[in-house]
């Protein structure tokens, strides 16, 4: 299975951009199989690109505003 170790979104010349990292780990045994993969992808879709749009509002209203 993959566990997500961490993710950032930047914001770039091409349009917001997510990247991730994660863990692989093994179903039946817990141990991990390989550290710190990396992914990055555009959301282009209408679902990532509003949930993108949602959480920088939420970061502006809640911890920079005020």
Do not use: H, W
């Amino acid at each position: 299975m993959k566990r997500l170790k961490s993710y950032m979104i930047t914001n770039g010349g091409e349009g917001d951009c997510i990247s991730y990292m994660y863990n692989e780990i093994d179903d039946n045994t817990g141990e991990i199989i390989s550290k710190n993969n990396r992914g990055s992808f555009y959301p282009v879709d209408d679902k990532g690109k509003r949930l993108v749009e949602n959480m920088k509002k939420y970061i502006y209203a809640e911890k920079l505003q005020g």
